[in-house]
């Protein structure tokens, strides 16, 4: 099965950690990925963010949430009353997993891991979040949901609810839309007073 298990230091700090998973070979994605996207953030953060994979700009700066969604994912946070200085932004998935579009000049189009992927880059997350010790994490989207809590996950009806996260040694989670999904939509204003309404459920916690 693929896994990022050897490739983890054991009792490793968050610097150690980013640097062995630039050569993580846990599964086939980082082969045609330019570089591993590991988190960031705050070292004792009271927050881990989780997202679904680096995106294009992702892969190609090697940090997460530079492109678009990640600035609504800002926006949003200032907005619930998330202090961003108590936040660590990472990834369930560290490499960028895409297909070319040669009819579209070669654009690199995201494409959704699959579970095998998510089960083998978990490691990487457990040791994140094991180091952070945060409050609480959130999910962001139903595939960093679905990662995390199981493939009967349903972020419409499990979103802005508190819940204990079995993968996760137990940790509060708490999942919600993913910040690209306020892009997508018709109606923006409405599914981004949904994320920033999750959100605040985050700031309460932290109180
Ligand atoms: N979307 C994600 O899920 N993660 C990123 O880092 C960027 C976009
Ligand atoms: Fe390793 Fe995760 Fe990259 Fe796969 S996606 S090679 S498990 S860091």
Redesign the pocket.
């Known amino acids: 099965a693929y896994t990022?298990e050897p490739f983890v230091p054991g009792g490793a700090g968050l610097d150690a950690l980013r640097e062995a998973?630039a050569g993580?070979?846990?599964?086939p994605?980082?082969r045609e990925a330019s570089q591993?996207v590991f988190g960031a953030g705050a070292p004792d953060a009271r927050v881990v963010l989780v997202g679904e994979q680096p995106g294009d700009q992702e892969d190609r700066q090697g940090r997460p949430f530079v492109g678009p969604a990640g600035k609504v994912l800002t926006r949003a946070l200032d907005e619930a009353g998330v202090d961003p200085d108590e936040t660590y932004i990472t990834n369930a998935?560290?490499?960028f997993k895409f297909t070319v579009v040669p009819e579209r000049g070669k654009r690199r189009i995201h494409k959704p891991p699959s579970l095998r992927?998510m089960t083998?880059?978990r490691p990487?997350l457990a040791a994140e979040v094991h180091v952070i010790d945060p409050e609480v994490i959130v999910a962001l989207g139903a595939t960093a949901g679905k990662a995390l809590l199981g493939p009967s996950f349903r972020v419409t009806k499990q979103r802005g609810m508190l819940l204990p996260c079995p993968a996760l040694d137990g940790h509060e989670m708490l999942a919600t839309i993913h910040p690209s999904a306020v892009l997508r939509a018709d109606d923006r204003e409405a599914v981004y007073r949904g994320l920033v309404s999750d959100l605040r459920v985050v700031a309460e916690t932290l109180r």
């Open positions: 990022a998973a993580c070979r846990g599964c994605l980082h591993t998935v560290k490499h992927e083998a880059c990487w």
